[in-house]
């Protein structure tokens, strides 16, 4: 699964530089980073959010997490919440998980974290599970032109990037219900016969 053409068309008639990134299949910003061993900040969540009757998207680092009570005041809404996955199914046409941070690609507005402003590039949804895109912050906010607040928290977690050692297989004896011992002492058990 590649980019979204929706997207790749998008950015290319806004000639913004970018790369597409390939990556195993994640379905959150966490597996994202933990994959491609970077840190949160350098991983851009999207938040599909229903402000009073409207959609918006709110743009904000991976380790941050939405302060209802300060969005709710930057955009003097009465009520917020998450939108629910058949919204952006049916209203969207994009499978949960797989937003875009664009909002002209889905005719909304955008309000993003202004801490986004803290790391020069980052990774960004590409409306795919398997694919990235990667592009310097200050493009994405030139291009995309977000309302600007502090509407998250951070979230303090740490990704520990660990290696897995397999485990050595036992090996059984033809006939034997144990593990065979070591070649060496397997040799002397022969010569004792």
């Known amino acids: 699964m590649a980019i979204a053409k929706s997207l790749e068309k998008y950015l290319n008639n806004a000639k ?6 390939p990556h195993k299949t994640v379905f959150t910003v966490y597996d994202l980073a933990q994959t491609l061993k970077l840190k949160l900040d350098q991983v851009v969540k999207t938040l599909l959010v229903k402000v009073d009757q409207k959609y918006m998207l709110v743009v904000m680092p991976a380790h941050f997490r939405l302060d209802f009570g ?11 919440d998450i939108a629910k996955e058949k919204d952006m199914q049916t ?3 994009t499978k949960p998980g797989a937003m875009t941070p664009f909002g002209s690609l889905h005719k ?3 309000v993003a974290d202004k801490s986004l402003g803290k790391v020069k590039e980052a990774l960004f949804s590409a409306g795919s599970f398997t694919d990235s895109v990667r592009m310097k912050l200050k493009d994405y906010l030139k291009l995309v032109e977000p309302t600007l ?12 990037w660990q ?8 090996v059984h004896r033809k006939g034997k219900g144990k593990p065979a011992q070591n070649k060496g002492r397997r040799a002397k058990n022969q010569k004792q016969r």
Do not use: C, H, M, R
């Open 16 to 21: 913004v530089k970018y790369s597409v990134i």
């Open 70 to 80: 300060k969005l709710k005041k930057l955009l003097k809404a009465k009520k917020i």
């Open 91 to 93: 209203k969207f046409n």
């Open 108 to 110: 909304v507005e955008v």
């Open 149 to 160: 607040g502090d509407i998250g928290k951070k979230f303090p977690i740490k990704l520990q």
């Open 163 to 170: 290696t897995v050692k397999a485990k050595p297989k036992k």
